[in-house]
T-cell receptor, first 112, second 110 residues
């Protein structure tokens, strides 16, 4: 069974630029999560989707971050414009309902 | 909101040693997760448990619901166990929404 796929694996941008990350969850997983993991800390939930609907985006900085899952499968997370403090690993995870979450390899973002 | 605390933050062990990582949380939960993150890699789920004990190879996870405490044990540790080990529990909000501890960085020396 294929795992959660993410791309790109690494991205370096300058502050004020825009960036987008892509996630393809495990087939059949209705729930998709985006997490931000700053160096030395545990992951922090940014947004949770159930199919194509948003369940929780309370910690998403909506002035600059946006995410969508239009067809209830793949998802994209966008940052526009990026700030230095956005440098982190962005993890995507998926699960069947609220069961065990399966994580992708993450995208390491560096903002210069 | 659940608070998840792990100890120790860093742990260095010699190959073969028995290792224990502790996790405590503030709000009653239905299940607690133990995860492993290797340098540069994604996160792998080790255990999801709601009571008692689970064992997988050299890894054992225990949970005491009344004391809001869980431990991850590694028997006969090996350098390939070197990774950040993270515990996570439900945030108390939407179902499946996890809150993570800061992780324990384990380094096993040969």
């Amino acid at each position: 069974e294929a795992g959660v796929a993410q791309s790109p694996r690494y991205k370096i941008i300058e502050k004020r630029q825009s960036v987008a990350f892509w996630c393809n969850p495990i087939s059949g997983h209705a729930t998709l999560y985006w997490y931000q993991q700053i160096l030395g800390q545990g992951p922090k939930l940014l947004i949770q989707f159930q199919n194509n609907g948003v369940v929780d985006d309370s910690q998403l900085p909506k002035d600059r971050f946006s995410a969508e899952r239009l067809k209830g499968v793949d998802s994209t997370l966008k940052i526009q414009p990026a700030k230095l403090e956005d440098s982190a690993v962005y993890l995507c995870a998926s699960s069947l309902a609220s069961n065990e979450q399966f994580f992708g390899p993450g995208t390491r973002l560096t903002v210069l | 909101k659940n608070e998840v605390e792990q100890s120790p933050q860093n742990l260095t062990a010699q190959e073969g040693e028995f290792i224990t990582i502790n996790c405590s949380y503030s709000v009653g939960i239905s299940a607690l997760h133990w995860l492993q993150q290797h340098p540069g890699g994604g996160i792998v789920s080790l255990f999801m448990l709601s009571s008692g004990k689970k064992k997988h190879g050299r890894l054992i996870a225990t949970i005491n619901i009344q004391e809001k405490h869980s431990s991850l044990h590694i028997t006969a540790s090996h350098p390939r166990d070197s990774a950040v080990h993270i515990c996570a529990g439900p945030n108390g909000g939407s179902q499946g929404n996890l809150i993570f501890g800061k992780g324990t960085k384990l380094s096993v020396k040969p």
